[in-house]
């Protein structure tokens, strides 16, 4: 069951706490919107994210 939150509650303590959080996403928007580096298809994050994960199992495993 999830929690319902109100739109007009802010969940940072202080209006400050809410402006700093706000301007660093915005610059971190920024920073994503002028890499230079080309985009990632969805579904080769998704395959090394996976290889990732398969590696790491099986050295559990071995263990």
């Known amino acids: 069951m999830s929690v319902q939150r109100s739109p ?3 969940e940072f303590e202080t209006q400050e706490l809410a402006d700093s959080h706000d301007g660093w996403f ?5 920073e994503s919107l002028a890499d230079a580096r080309g985009v990632v298809a969805h579904d080769q994050v998704m395959a090394d994210v996976e ?5 790491a ?3 559990r495993r071995s263990s």
Do not use: D, G, L, T
Request: no cysteine.
């Open 8 to 10: 007009i509650v802010s």
């Open 26 to 30: 915005r610059r971190k928007v920024q």
């Open 51 to 55: 290889a990732v994960i398969s590696e």
């Open 57 to 59: 199992e099986a050295r």
